[in-house]
Structure formats: C-alpha cells, structure tokens
C-alpha cells in the first residue's frame, strides 16, 4: 500500500471516530437534561364549556295599574308575530267545521295572547281587528276605544294613518311593534311623534340568546315602559329612533345594512305612542324568556293608564254599521212626518 493510501485510509478512520464520539457525547446531555413528565388527566369532552350561557326566564306577567275596564283593540289583518298561515299543509280537513293549518291553528291571535290574558285577567276588554274587509273601517273599531296595538308589519291605508292620528290626538294610547321590513310603515305612523326606524335588522355574533338575531337590550333610563326591566330579548329587531334621541331601550348589535358595531335604540316612547322594535316579545314562547314578562306587563299598563276624550274619538257621533259610509251624525230622513216632506216638484202657493 501506498504511502498516499495509507494517510487517506488513516484520516477517514480518524473522521469516523470522531463522529462516533460526538454523536454518543450529544446523547448523554440530552438524557440527562430530559426531565420526567407528570401524569396529567385531561378531559377532551367538557359539554359546559362547550354549550353557550343560557338566559334564565322571568316570572309571571302582572299590572300595576288599578284602571276601571278600558277597551284596547289589536289590529290582526296581518300575521301576528311573523307567523303565515300554511293552507297547504292541513292538520284536519272535516266538513263539519274549517279547515286547520300549521299556521291557523290558534289563529293569528296567538302571537299577542300573553298580552291579551294579561289585559283580561285584570277586568279590560279586548277586541281583535282584522281590516275593513272583515270588521268595518278603523274609525268605528276604535269609536269606543281607550288603545290600539299595531304588532307585526301591518299595512295601513291613508285613510287608516288619518284615524290612528286622530285617535292618539284624543289622547288615545298607540303600541306598534315594529318588525324588520315595516321601516315604511312606521314612519308614516310616527312621524307627528318623531318616531321612526331604521331599514335592516340588528345582530350580534358574540353576545345573543343562542342565535345571532336574538338580541339582549337594556334600558337607557328611567321609564314607565321599563320600570322593573333589567334585561330583555328580541328575536328579530328593528333599529328604533326618535327625533329628540330619547329611546327607553337599547341593545348593544350590529346593524344588517351597514356592518357597524354601536349601540341601537331598539323602542322609543313619545307622548301616548310608543314603537318597539320587536314583536316575538309579545308570543308565548318568548314571553317569559329574561325580563320580557316585566315588559309585557308593562306595555299592559300603558295602554290603560291615557286620557281619553271620547267625543274627540275618529267615528264619534257617526255610528254607522261596519263597512257603510257615515253621513257625519246627520240622519238621513228629515224631521217630522210624512206630511211634513215637501214635495220635490211642488210649487208654493
């Protein structure tokens, strides 16, 4: 063997041993710096970190006020709470009486019944209004009335807006709620009260009642449409504003249209109108959920608690039947008998 070879051979042994040798002093450092790890449980499955918080329910709905019996006429004509009525999904089809849907079943009453029972258990009567096409002009259902609740997105004629302005003028009471979509409406209805809201819904992602549209809102102050309420849901609101920037409750939500963050006032109180920007607070699912049953109560006591004056009333005077055109109070056959009419063609003597 070369001279050559030999010192190649003896310096690749002498790199293979040096790398041996590191290699096992690396090893010995990185056991002995390992420490021993603990024995740990963990429990991968943890429902309740998992599950939102849930929103406790109130406690039975109640009036304060100690009113004699006052008329209060719901306005039904359209669907209560957003309910529609299903015809094409009959639950009982029989010819001894109607046909029964999912949505007619319990009728279009049934989005305001916490609120009706609550009226009647306390001695007021309660009448329900389904349009001049079934129950006459709005004048002679409200002749005789002491409040009118609007719920949902009810459509009004000109005609309509005319006596509800006359109504409240009388010192007649007036609770709308105002859904999503019924911005129009509202401002038609409100705006001799300043009262208006906005297009869009509210939402929050973070903070809601297991759904993004169900809205926490809280009172901004004191009020009589509030008293007792600390917190309430509203499944699906409007933004609800007022021209002195006065609203009695507010939600902290993000506005559909618009994408921004901020607090909303979600009802507004002027004078004997009010305009809620919500209506499902008003159905028996809904009823009792956080303080909705304080605000039911409450919304009770404000329609009987005005000051009507009954000869100002739209219809006053004119009590004419349903769906016939008043004469203005004056009887249509003149005075006296039968001889007392001139005849049309007679000359006087």
């Not at 849907?101 to 009728?107: C, N």
């Not at 933004?239 to 009695?248: A, E, K, L, N, P």
């Amino acid at each position: 063997m070369s001279a050559s070879a030999r010192t190649l051979l003896a310096t690749f042994v002498l790199g293979f041993v040096v790398t041996i040798g590191l290699v096992a002093a690396g090893t010995v450092v990185v056991e002995d710096g390992t420490p021993d790890l603990p024995d740990t449980e963990q429990d991968h499955f943890q429902p309740d970190e998992a599950l939102p918080a849930e929103t406790s329910d109130g406690g039975e709905i109640t009036m304060d006020s100690q009113e004699q019996s006052n008329t209060v006429v719901i306005h039904t004509g359209g669907a209560a709470g957003g309910q529609t009525s299903l015809g094409q999904l009959p639950i009982q089809d029989s010819a001894d009486g109607p046909e029964l849907s999912t949505g007619s079943l319990g009728g279009t009453e049934r989005g305001v019944t916490p609120l009706v029972t609550t009226l009647i258990e306390n001695g007021h009567k309660v009448e329900f209004y389904a349009g001049a096409a079934t129950d006459g002009q709005l004048s002679q259902a409200l002749s005789d009335a002491d409040a009118f609740v609007a719920p949902g997105s009810v459509s009004f004629t000109e005609q309509d807006r005319e006596t509800i302005s006359t109504f409240t003028d009388a010192g007649g009471r007036f609770v709308m709620t105002a859904n999503p979509g019924s911005s129009a409406t509202v401002a038609e209805l409100g705006a001799s009260n300043g009262l208006y809201t906005e297009a869009g819904y509210l939402y929050n992602l973070t903070e809601n009642d297991n759904n993004y549209l169900s809205i926490f809102a809280e009172p901004t102050g004191s009020s009589a449409l509030t008293d007792g309420v600390e917190e309430v849901v509203f499944r699906s609101s409007s933004s609800v504003g007022s021209s002195d920037g006065d609203t009695v409750l507010e939600a902290e939500a993000t506005m559909s249209t618009t994408r921004e963050d901020g607090s909303y006032g979600v009802a507004a109180v002027d004078g004997d109108v009010a305009v809620i920007g919500d209506s499902s607070f008003l159905e028996p699912e809904n009823a009792h959920r956080a303080d909705n049953n304080v605000l039911v109560g409450n919304v009770a006591d404000f329609l009987v608690t005005g000051s009507v004056n009954e000869a100002s009333l739209p219809g006053a005077g004119n009590q004419t039947p349903a769906g016939q055109p008043s004469t203005g109070g004056q009887s249509q056959i003149p005075v006296g008998g039968a001889e007392d009419i001139p005849e049309m063609n007679n000359e006087s003597t």
